[in-house]
């Protein structure tokens, strides 16, 4: 079955920097696209970063120049490195195969504070 499991996740200070984990299992993943998407307290669910399988990114606006997805397709795995991260990036972080919502992982909590 899939498997999407991410880590990474912490509190950290307005200007600072994570790099989320996504270890996935149960299907191809190279073949297919792969994107994070968060959660922020009261709202829905934001695409913010995807990744085709040929290596090709997308970024929504607001992180655009701070985060960057990669993704390692000998080892399974989808990164979110988070650069410049301020109070309105937190969320709590998921990854998705495909175009939709699901499925994905059980989430990783960013917190950015002072």
């Not at 200007?15 to 996504?22: E, H, Q, W």
């Not at 080892?75 to 998921?94: C, I, R």
């Amino acid at each position: 079955q899939v498997q999407l499991v991410e880590s990474g996740g912490g509190l950290v200070q307005p200007g600072g920097s994570l790099r989320l984990s996504c270890a996935a299992s149960g299907f191809i993943f190279s073949y297919y696209y792969m994107s994070w998407v968060r959660q922020a307290p009261g709202k829905g669910l934001e695409r913010v970063s995807g990744i085709f399988s040929g290596g090709g990114t997308s970024h929504i606006d607001s992180v655009k120049g701070r985060f960057t997805i990669s993704r390692d397709n000998a080892n399974n795995m989808l990164y979110l490195q988070m650069n410049s991260l301020k109070p309105e990036d937190t969320a709590v972080y998921y990854c998705v195969r495909g175009f939709g919502y699901e499925p994905r992982g059980q989430g990783t909590q960013v917190t950015v504070s002072s």
